[in-house]
């Protein structure tokens, strides 16, 4: 079992940067891969980003050089910077660990509009 719980996410002026942040309530090094989906209204969810346990990490291209994802393996947290905002980043975004299922946050909203 592998809770997931996201914050961070809120209302920023496009061009804006916000942190998304995933505490984790196992250990990270557990986990086969960490990843961060968004799913916009009437959207399918997508792939935003992920890292693998030996911290390989792979972007959707949509977000490549804006969007970084990382961890704390101390803290069991896991981070997405999100710089140079659009409105189409608009989603919830979602939290996500895969040890033989997926697991899932709850989500946090995103709205990027001027």
């Known amino acids: 079992q592998v809770q997931l719980v996201e914050s961070g996410g809120g209302l920023v002026q496009p061009g804006g940067s916000l942190r998304l942040s995933c505490a984790v309530s196992?250990?990270?090094?557990?986990?086969?891969?960490m990843g961060w989906y968004r799913q916009a209204p009437g959207k399918e969810r997508e792939l935003v980003a992920a890292?693998?346990?030996?911290?390989?990490?792979n972007y959707a291209d949509s977000v490549k050089g804006r969007f970084t994802i990382s961890r704390d393996t101390a803290k069991n947290m896991v981070y997405l910077q999100m710089n140079s905002l659009k409105p189409e980043d608009t989603a919830v975004y979602y939290c996500?660990?895969?040890?033989?299922?997926?697991?899932w946050g709850q989500g946090t909203q995103v709205t990027v509009s001027s």
């Open positions: 196992r250990s990270i090094f557990s986990i086969n891969r």
């Open positions: 890292i693998t346990r030996g911290g390989i990490t």
């Open positions: 996500n660990g895969n040890i033989v299922r997926d697991y």
